[in-house]
C-alpha cells in the first residue's frame, strides 16, 4: 500500500504472501455452520426457501462453500465469467489476500505475533493465554472487517439491495475463520441471483450489513485501539481504510463538473462573496489536528441555505463553489469529495432513503477530507414532518439530516461544508431550515448595469455591436457590490419586519447597547414564533464570520507551503493577525439579514396558503353554478 506521509505502509509483498491462502478460500472448503431453520432447497419461482416449525438453532452442520462455482452459476449457460462476475470473485480473493495482511500488521502492532510465537514453542498459561485469546479474536475481527470494507468500496453497484440480507454467521476464533465464514456468507447471498446486476447488489448489500453487525460488536472487544488508528490506502485499487471513523461507503470516483469562475456570476453579489470566503476557510484545515482555525476562533460556516427563484444562478453558484475548492486542493495535495444528494436517491424501500443519506453525510464528513456536499431542491428531498402526503424516504432524509446538522453527535472539524438549495425554501421543514447556519438570497441580476453586465458575458464577442454608455463589469466589482449589499440591511427590508424595527426605535431609539440589541430580538420573537434560540445562535456565528471577513492574501494559496501545509498553530496565528473586532451596525445588518429571511419564508407561505383557499373558493363558486344549472334542467341526482 503506497501512502501519503503519516499513514501505515503494507507492501504488496506482504499481501502476494496470502495469495495462495485466498484462492483456496474462493476455490473450496467447509465451514461449519449454525442451522437456521431453512430448507436448502429454495420454493419454486422465488429465492424464499421453506422454513421449518421445528427449532433447530442449536445445531450445527458442514457445508461445502464453493464461491467460483456459486459466482459461474449465475450464468450456467456461458463457461466464461463476464466482467461483473470476473470482478467480483478477483476482488473477493485480492480482499481475502488484504485481510490477512492487514491483521499480521495489528499482530506486529500489538503482542499478538511475540504472543503466538511463544505460544507455538509451548501453550501460554494464565494471563498470557487469556490475552492471546483476546488479541487473536481481535484480529479475527479486524481481518472480516477489512474485508468487508474492501469488497464494498471495489465493487461499484448502482441497484437497490435485497431487503431481506441476513448476516453471515461470524467465528473470530482466528482471521482465516472469520473470513471463511465472509466467504460463506458472500456464497449463500449471491446462490440464486437471477442475473449479474441481482448478484452484485446482493453481494454489496451483505456488505453492508456485515459492517453494521461488525460495528455494533465492536465493544465485545478489548484490543482494537491500535486498529482504530490505522489509517490505509491501497491506490492501485483505490481502497481507504480509516479504522472506524466512517464506515466504508462506495467508492469515491473523479470529480466530473462544469467548474464557473468567479466573474462569470453577475449579481449575487453577498452569497458570491461568502461563497468565495468559504473556499479559502474549508482548505485551512489541518489534517494533523483534524480541525479548522476557522472553528476554533469563530466564522466557519458549516450549512447554509440558498433560495431564490429559478434560473437566478444557485446552480452556477455550487460549480463556482466547488471549482475554487477543487482548485485549492489540487495546489495542497488535499483530496477532495462533491457529492450531491437529490430526489433520486429516494427510495421505495422502507429505511434505505435514510441509508443513502447517511452515506451521503458520512462521505462528506470523513476528517481525512476535504467535502462538499449539496442538497439541492431540499424542499422536495426532505419533507416537513407535519406533511402526511410525504413519502416515507423524505421524512427519512429530514431526520438523517436534522441530526447531522445539529444533532447530540455533530461535531464540526472544519473540513467539510453542507448547502442546501432551493426555489421554495418555506416547504422545508422548519427545524431543518433553522440549522442552516446561514442564508444565501440567490436573487440574480436586479439593477440596470447587472442585466448589461450579463448580457454583454452571455453573448460573447461574435458581433461588432458596441458597449454603449456603459463600463462593462465595474458594478460586479466585489467589495463595493457587498458593501452595498451590507448596506441595504441596515434597515429591515420585509414588510413584517420593517414593521417591528420602526414600532422598537419609535419607543426605544437607535440600538446603541447589547441590552437594545437583545430587546429588539425580543421584539422579533413576538412577531415571529420561529425566531428562537437557534436563530439567535445561527445570527451570532454570521457576526463572527464578518469579524473573519478578512482577505486572506492570494499568494497564500499560490503555492501548499505558504499556508495550507503549515502547522496548526501557524495557521491560527496568521489568521488570528488579520481579525478585526465586529461592530454595532456588522450586528443589526446580521440580525436584520436573517429574520428578513424567516419573514419572507412565513409570508411566502401565508400567500401560497391564501392563494389555495381562494382557489378552492373559486371552485365552490363554479360547483354551486353548475349544479344550479343542472337542477334546473332536471338532470340533478340526490
Not at 402526511?388 to 445539529?406: I, Y
Not at 452595498?484 to 419609535?506: A, I, N
Request: aromatic share 8%; glycine share 8%; hydrophobic share 40%.
Amino acid at each position: 500500500m503506497s501512502q501519503a506521509p503519516g499513514l501505515t505502509t503494507i507492501s504488496e509483498d506482504d499481501i502476494a504472501g496470502h495469495r495462495a491462502v485466498a484462492q483456496s478460500m474462493v476455490t473450496r472448503f467447509v465451514v461449519l455452520e449454525r442451522q437456521d431453520g431453512k430448507s436448502s432447497t429454495p420454493l419454486a419461482g422465488t429465492n424464499r426457501r421453506f422454513v421449518s416449525t421445528v427449532s433447530t438453532s442449536g445445531v450445527r452442520r458442514t457445508r461445502e462453500v464453493e464461491l467460483a462455482k456459486a459466482v459461474q452459476a449465475i450464468r450456467p449457460d456461458d463457461q466464461m465469467l463476464s466482467i461483473a462476475q470476473h470482478t467480483l470473485l478477483f476482488r473477493a480473493r485480492r480482499g481475502v489476500a488484504v485481510a490477512l495482511a492487514v491483521a499480521d500488521m495489528f499482530g506486529r502492532q500489538t503482542d499478538l505475533e511475540s504472543l503466538q510465537a511463544r505460544n507455538a514453542g509451548a501453550p501460554l498459561q494464565g494471563g498470557d493465554a487469556e490475552r492471546f485469546k483476546r488479541l487473536l479474536s481481535a484480529s479475527a475481527y479486524v481481518a472480516a472487517f477489512s474485508f468487508a470494507a474492501y469488497i464494498l468500496q471495489t465493487i461499484d453497484g448502482e441497484s437497490e439491495p435485497a431487503n431481506d440480507t441476513d448476516e453471515p454467521d461470524y467465528l473470530f476464533d482466528t482471521p482465516q475463520d472469520a473470513l471463511k465464514s465472509m466467504i460463506a456468507g458472500l456464497c449463500g447471498a449471491i446462490e440464486g441471483a437471477p442475473d449479474e446486476t441481482a448478484m452484485t447488489a446482493r453481494a454489496r448489500a451483505l456488505m453492508r450489513v456485515a459492517i453494521e453487525g461488525l460495528i455494533s460488536r465492536r465493544a465485545r472487544f478489548d484490543a482494537l485501539g491500535e486498529f482504530a488508528q490505522m489509517h490505509l490506502r491501497l491506490e492501485g485499487d483505490n481502497f481507504t481504510l480509516d479504522g472506524f471513523d466512517v464506515a466504508p461507503g462506495q467508492r469515491r470516483k473523479p470529480l466530473v463538473m462544469t467548474f464557473k469562475k468567479p466573474n462569470e456570476i453577475i449579481g449575487n453579489h453577498l452569497a458570491k462573496h461568502q461563497a468565495m470566503r468559504l473556499a479559502r476557510m474549508i482548505v485551512a484545515y489541518d489534517f494533523d489536528r483534524q480541525l479548522n482555525p476557522f472553528v476554533e476562533l469563530g466564522g466557519f460556516l458549516f450549512t447554509f441555505i440558498g433560495d431564490g427563484a429559478p434560473g437566478t444562478g444557485k446552480t452556477i453558484l455550487i460549480q463556482m463553489l466547488a471549482g475554487m475548492i477543487n482548485d485549492y486542493c489540487e495546489v495542497a495535495g488535499y483530496p477532495f469529495h462533491y457529492e450531491n444528494f437529490g430526489v433520486d436517491q429516494i427510495s421505495s424501500y422502507q429505511g434505505k432513503s435514510g441509508q443513502n443519506c447517511k452515506a451521503f453525510v458520512d462521505n462528506i464528513v470523513n476528517p481525512r477530507a476535504i467535502g462538499f456536499g449539496t442538497i439541492d431542491d431540499i424542499d422536495q428531498v426532505a419533507a416537513k414532518r407535519s406533511d402526511d402526503r410525504a413519502s416515507a424516504g423524505q421524512q427519512e432524509v429530514t431526520a438523517v439530516l436534522m441530526e447531522a446538522f445539529a444533532g447530540a453527535s455533530t461535531v464540526v472539524r472544519g473540513n467539510c461544508s453542507f448547502g442546501m438549495f432551493s426555489n421554495y425554501p418555506e416547504n422545508v421543514d422548519d427545524a431543518l431550515r433553522q440549522r442552516a447556519g446561514a442564508r444565501w438570497l440567490v436573487d440574480g441580476p436586479q439593477t440596470l448595469d447587472d442585466y448589461i453586465d450579463i448580457f454583454a458575458l452571455l453573448a460573447g464577442k461574435n458581433h461588432s455591436i458596441p458597449l454603449g454608455d456603459h463600463a462593462l463589469y465595474a458594478n460586479q466589482e466585489i467589495r463595493q457590490a457587498v458593501a452595498r449589499s451590507y448596506d441595504g440591511h441596515d434597515r429591515p427590508q420585509e414588510d413584517g419586519l420593517l414593521s417591528v424595527w420602526e414600532t422598537f426605535e419609535k419607543e426605544n431609539g437607535p440600538v446603541r447597547s447589547l441590552a437594545d440589541i437583545g430587546a429588539y430580538l425580543h421584539r422579533i420573537k413576538l412577531a415571529e414564533p420561529r425566531f428562537t434560540g437557534r436563530a439567535i445562535k445561527n445570527i451570532t456565528d454570521a457576526i463572527k464570520m464578518r469579524a473573519m471577513d478578512i482577505d486572506l492574501p492570494d499568494e497564500w494559496f499560490e503555492t501548499a507551503d505558504a499556508f495550507m501545509h503549515k502547522p496548526y498553530d501557524e495557521k491560527l496565528a496568521m489568521i488570528s493577525e488579520l481579525r478585526q473586532p465586529f461592530t454595532i451596525e456588522m450586528v443589526m445588518q446580521e440580525i436584520n439579514r436573517y429574520a428578513d429571511s424567516e419573514f419572507r419564508y412565513t409570508d411566502r407561505s401565508d400567500a401560497t396558503a391564501v392563494e389555495e383557499i381562494i382557489r378552492r373558493e373559486r371552485q365552490r363558486e363554479r360547483a354551486i353554478g353548475e349544479i344550479e344549472a343542472m337542477k334546473q334542467d332536471g338532470r340533478w341526482r340526490q
